[in-house]
């Protein structure tokens, strides 16, 4: 048997017993205490649940909410929700992407931000809306992008 | 919290509750939907909290951090009770003299009342506002009232009075009601709620689910969120009517992990009523067992379809399959399932409690009831509107939006999100209800409103949306998955100056092909927004593909000519 390397997957997989049908609940469990989806996890998570790791692999990569790759330190997501869309979410996102030097998707060299797109956040009072970790940023525009982005280290 | 073993405890409970409250003692209900939240809402509840100490005004004011009020645009918003008196755009440093003046002093503060646009008056009360006065608010009145992480406030607004009095009927008595209300499906397709839940129970076999979709994926829609934030219990009260209707005993919550406020509140509701016994084992004496569970989603458009929503819930890969065997005859791992939507099963206790005749008096002739709204985009008052079924686009985007912000002109309204179309001006006084919404290209859908100015281009939008589309098309069958890839090319195409004379006519063909052809409804209404923004904004698609011009001004076509 493969050494397990992630005692995250084993508590996870302990709180929802083992259970094949809670696979959503546990890979978001476990990139939340991870933060992504380590090919290792993947496997684990598998073994543990009794399914074939295509099948995890499968709905980890099928599903948006779902990073393989390591993030970093703060993730930023730039809701693209058709609220935020008609007021500009496009323009925000693009300036970020300029000073970032990264594309959606994309880390920072020195792993200090993630660049993500999300659907919608239901905040669409506030749009264009920026999430940077737990931080709501409403009424974004890209003039504001640089000083918003100085509250993070 | 003990057990509650009858109608009775819970009735008894309900009067310790009610009796323990003074109805003159002030109380501020703080909005702490995620929209007011990021205003910073949290921390206004606990500035009042501070405050009210320093000024020795402990015990004299309740402070209540409520559900969403709807109207986001003013956020925070705040109610001081028991004069109603409406504070907006309330930030921390207002904290302070609220504290003093208003519960102090019983001043009202002029610079944070509500300006009325067209009249410049102030207004002191909340009902008295235009957002509000319009509106018929049955389902979601109470989450500016109650605490949604307290049962005890859902118990003493009449929460649970509607279950008690279904679990005293006969199942087919529940359902024949609710067919009478004529209360249609509020997540999209619009179909009968009565009749889903009669096919349910009579299909076949002991093991039978009911179903909560709360995986709002319609990007600019969040009324589903702020039931949930904000009114759980009424949520899962309907889950538990049905499910006693239905003769089922397991029910699964799919709600999204985007909105954790809303997956916190929902938990908290669930271990609460399994606390008080009214869900769980014999609920109320009744004999009747019902339990339910949470499952997160992992942010996929098509989930919204019931197949794929199971499929997810099963712990597969969220994809759709065809339904010529529907989903309550062989649903959640092949059992008889009934999937409804948040705001449908919200509605449930309302019908239950003031029957059928009452409700379907309200709405027009085959869509019953009210319907909430998430009125955005190019619209003064952003928010959660709730009004009933036939009312007037006019009536929502001009008396209760406020009109288009910046002097600007009204364009279209989009409904039904990426599965509706665009309206235009010319039917602005379309009453609003499922039927109106089809013949015009249009869709009621999960509630989406997205009010469009004349700096938006209708093209634009429509490639938005096929755009949107494509990312989310799980790619199983054909026509959606290289379909909207081709719809995409040719508008990204328009877009950025190299459309062509007949791309109109190639459009059109897909779409159809789309619609024939498609495995699920993503797909089959994917070319709404195309096809309605052609029909209504041809002139549009004409001025970009023939003079190389947006006319809106959006689309920038560089050096890119012909």
């Known amino acids: ?153 | 919290m003990a057990k509650l073993k009858s109608p009775g405890e819970l009735e008894a409970l309900r009067n310790a509750i009610v009796k323990k409250r003074d109805p003159d003692k002030p109380c501020i209900t703080i909005c702490n939907g995620t929209g007011c939240q990021a205003y910073g809402a949290k921390r206004i509840v606990a500035a009042f909290q501070e405050e009210l100490k320093k000024q020795n005004m402990e015990g004299k004011v309740d402070i209540r951090a409520s559900g969403c009020h709807g109207f986001c645009e003013r956020g925070t918003v705040m109610v001081i009770k028991p004069k109603d008196i409406f504070y907006q755009r309330v930030r921390v440093k207002d904290i302070p003299e609220i504290t003093s003046e208003t519960i102090g002093k019983g001043n009202i503060i002029e610079r944070m009342l509500y300006t009325d646009r067209s009249t410049n008056q102030k207004i002191n009360c909340e009902y008295d506002v235009p957002f509000y006065k319009h509106q018929k608010r049955l389902v979601f009145g109470n989450n500016g009232l109650i605490d949604p992480t307290s049962i005890e406030d859902y118990i003493a607004v009449g929460g649970y009075v509607a279950l008690t009095k279904a679990l005293k009927m006969a199942p087919e008595k529940i359902i024949d009601e609710v067919k009478k209300s004529g209360l249609r499906g509020r997540g999209g397709a619009g179909f009968p709620t009565g009749n889903k839940w009669e096919s349910t129970r009579n299909a076949h076999g002991d093991v039978k689910y009911v179903i909560c979709n709360a995986d709002e994926g319609d990007p600019g829609a969040f009324m589903d969120r702020s039931l949930v934030e904000g009114n759980p219990h009424s949520v899962l009260e309907g889950m538990i009517i049905g499910a006693y209707a239905i003769g089922s005993h397991e029910g699964y919550v799919y709600i999204r992990n985007e909105y954790p406020l809303a997956v916190k509140h929902i938990k908290t509701a669930i271990e609460q009523a399994e606390a008080y016994g009214l869900l769980g084992e014999n609920i109320l004496g009744s004999g009747f067992s019902f339990s339910i569970k949470i499952k997160r989603g992992g942010g996929a458009f098509v989930c919204g379809e019931s197949t794929a929503l199971m499929a997810s819930l099963e712990g597969k890969v969220g994809e759709p399959r065809a339904k010529y065997i529907h989903t309550s005859e062989q649903g959640l791992w092949g059992k008889p399932s009934n999937l409804n939507n948040v705001e449908t099963w919200a509605n449930v206790p309302l019908i239950i409690n003031n029957g059928a005749d009452w409700y379907s008096k309200i709405g027009t002739k085959n869509s019953k009831g009210t319907k909430i709204f998430a009125l955005v985009g190019n619209i003064n008052n952003t928010g959660l509107v709730e009004v009933p079924m036939g009312t007037t686009l006019r009536k929502i985007v001009f008396d209760i939006g406020g009109g288009i912000p910046k002097g600007r002109k009204f364009k279209a309204v989009q409904t039904g999100g990426p599965s509706g179309g665009m309206i235009p001006e010319s039917l602005l006084d379309l009453p609003v209800d499922f039927d109106e919404l089809m013949k015009v290209g249009s869709m009621m859908g999960s509630g989406g409103m997205i009010v469009m100015d004349e700096k938006t281009c209708m093209v634009d939008m429509a490639r938005y949306y096929t755009t949107f589309l494509e990312g989310e098309s799980c790619g199983k069958c054909l026509p959606c998955r290289e379909g909207l890839r081709q719809m995409r090319y040719i508008l990204d195409g328009i877009t950025e100056g190299r459309g062509k004379e007949d791309d109109i006519q190639l459009l059109a063909e897909l779409s159809a092909t789309l619609v024939d052809a498609s495995l699920c409804q993503l797909g089959a209404s994917a070319p709404n927004p195309v096809m309605s923004s052609i029909k209504h904004f041809r002139d549009e698609y004409e001025a970009h593909i023939k003079d190389k011009k947006c006319p809106a001004g959006v689309c920038k076509f560089g050096d890119a000519k012909g």
């Open chain 1, 1 to 153: 048997m493969a050494v397990k390397k992630y005692k995250e997957v084993r508590q996870v997989l302990e709180k929802y017993q083992n259970d094949k049908s809670a696979l959503i609940d546990v890979l978001h469990d476990t990139q939340a205490a991870i933060g992504y989806l380590p090919k290792e996890a993947l496997g684990e998570i598998a073994a543990g649940l009794g399914i074939p790791v295509s099948r995890v692999y499968s709905v980890a990569t099928f599903f948006k909410a779902f990073s393989l790759t390591a993030r970093g330190r703060h993730l930023i997501n730039v809701c693209m929700g058709t609220a935020c869309h008609v007021r500009g979410s496009d323009k925000v996102l693009a300036q970020l992407e300029k000073e970032l030097g990264i594309k959606d998707g994309e880390n920072t060299t020195d792993l200090k931000f993630t660049l993500e797109t999300v659907n919608c956040v239901g905040a669409c009072a506030l749009g264009p809306m920026v999430i940077i970790g737990g931080d709501y940023h409403g009424e974004m525009t890209p003039d504001k992008v640089s000083e918003v982005l100085k509250n993070y280290s």
